[in-house]
T-cell receptor
């Protein structure tokens, strides 16, 4: 089955700096790659996603890049703010409507 | 639009007891998922429903876990008997197909936090 690796497990940045989280996946058939943000005591919330026919996608301060040849994708957060502090999960899915395979998460701390 | 609802939010039981969780998906969402999230890990699928039929239950420990979605809307997940290693957050998610037929975005509920003593 699909195996998703996520790095780093923890990340601490100063407010205003950029944060980058990287994920790799094993199944070349994977074609959908969402990123979720999970705050303490809450369920995961989708923040951005990318499909295999797109190399990059941006939404305000958040961007995701995908390299299908290398089987890795990354989340970039610019101008970080304290409210960006949370656990971020990458995921991959091999087919439309199928369940997601999640990475182990990255705990991001943005200090003022 | 109301989100995915789950109850209870917290549950503490002793090992070998039984417990049930309830999920009400977003209105109109045909697909419903139950995930298990152990502390420090990402969610792991337990079972996926399409309307009232099971799509994937390959990772559901069927000797102790069961789930149903009888009318294709609400769903219940049951554990009987519970083990210490079942302590986790149980997340329900729902989705519907986009107009372009692309991957269905999954929306998660707040989860039920289970502690087995």
């Amino acid at each position: 089955g699909e195996n998703v690796e996520q790095h780093p497990s923890t990340l601490s940045v100063q407010e205003g700096d950029s944060a980058v989280i990287k994920c790799t996946y094993s199944d070349s058939a994977s074609n959908y790659f969402p990123w979720y943000k999970q705050e303490l005591g809450k369920g995961p919330q989708l923040i951005i996603d990318i499909r295999s026919n797109v190399g990059e996608k941006k939404d305000q301060r958040i961007a995701v890049t995908l390299n299908k040849t290398a089987k890795h994708f990354s989340l970039h957060i610019t101008e970080t703010q304290p409210e960006d502090s949370a656990v971020y999960f990458c995921a991959a899915s091999i087919r439309s409507g199928y369940a997601l395979n999640f990475g182990k998460g990255t705990s991001l701390l943005v200090t003022p | 639009e109301a989100g995915v609802a789950q109850s209870p939010r917290y549950k503490i039981i002793e090992k070998r007891q039984s417990v049930a969780f309830w999920c009400n998906p977003i209105s109109g969402h045909a697909t419903l998922y139950w995930y298990q999230q152990i502390l420090g890990q990402g969610p792991k699928l337990l079972i996926q429903f399409q309307n009232n039929g099971v799509v994937d239950d390959s990772q559901l420990p069927k000797d102790r876990f069961s789930a149903e979605r009888l009318k294709g809307v609400d769903s219940t997940l049951k554990i009987q008997p519970a083990k210490l290693e079942d302590s986790a957050v149980y997340l329900c998610a729902s989705s519907h197909r986009t107009s372009g037929g692309n991957q269905e975005t999954q929306y998660f509920g707040p989860g039920t936090r289970l502690l087995v003593l």
